[in-house]
């Protein structure tokens, strides 16, 4: 059973768009909510985190935002470029135990 | 440079010929874990280790084992390799619980 469900599956933007990729958990005893970024032949790579604590999180061009309530969070890519085109996977963490989304695949067109 | 590397890197074998994915970091962290990529199931944790000689279950366990005898090293076995263990396995290192986990380069591996 998927502990952390992602939608969509796959995404197509056009260069200078805003991809959104929600995700969605059950487990309230998830303190820690990564995203990591995958490019084609290499691990993934830790892009932005948040705790519950905080609703929103920006780091440049990426956002997280956060709905404790709704136990749901979402990444949203401002003025997205076609060097952002890779998989992306949320993630929600307690202890050392890290459960994934099944991932994103986004591809942003020039 | 700071990295966790994973050897081999490409594997192709048939059932039941027991094999080894190595891993190792450089970065002195305490915790490692392996995963498992399979396509529309994302990255599932199959062990993760607290410490040397701390090993426990992730998700998917079954069909391998691990072991910690050293921190820098946390190697991933196949006792008897089964066609539904062909998948695309990631190590990773971290260093606080919960916290970023660094990822190696991956290991597709092939069960015939």
């Known amino acids: 059973q998927q502990q952390v469900k992602q939608s969509p599956q796959s995404l197509i933007v056009q260069k200078g768009g805003i991809p959104i990729i929600n995700c969605a958990y059950e487990n309230t005893a998830f303190d820690y909510f990564p995203w990591y970024q995958q490019f084609p032949g290499k691990g993934p790579a830790l892009l932005i985190a948040i705790r519950p604590d905080v609703s929103e999180k920006k780091e440049g061009r990426f956002t997280i935002s956060f709905n404790k309530s709704a136990k749901q969070f979402s990444l949203h890519i401002m003025d997205s470029q076609p060097g952002d085109s890779a998989t992306y996977f949320c993630?929600?963490?307690?202890?050392?135990?890290?459960?994934f989304g099944a991932g994103t695949i986004l591809r942003v067109k020039s | 440079e700071a990295q966790v590397t994973q050897n081999p890197r490409y594997l192709i074998t048939v059932t039941g010929k027991k094999l080894t994915v190595t891993c190792s970091q450089n970065?002195?962290?305490?915790?490692m874990s392996w995963y498992r990529q399979d396509p529309g199931l994302g990255l599932r944790q199959i062990y993760y280790?607290?410490?040397?000689?701390?090993?426990d279950k992730g998700d998917v366990p079954e069909g391998y084992k691990v072991s910690r005898k050293e921190k820098r090293n946390f190697p991933l076995i196949l006792e008897s390799p089964s066609p539904n263990q062909t998948s695309l396995y990631f190590c990773?290192?971290?260093?606080?619980?919960?916290?970023?986990?660094?990822f190696g380069p991956g290991t597709r591996l092939t069960v015939l």
């Open positions: 993630a929600a963490s307690y202890g050392n135990k890290l459960v």
């Open positions: 970065m002195n962290h305490e915790y």
């Open positions: 280790s607290m410490n040397v000689e701390v090993t």
């Open positions: 990773a290192s971290n260093n606080l619980a919960g916290m970023e986990q660094f």
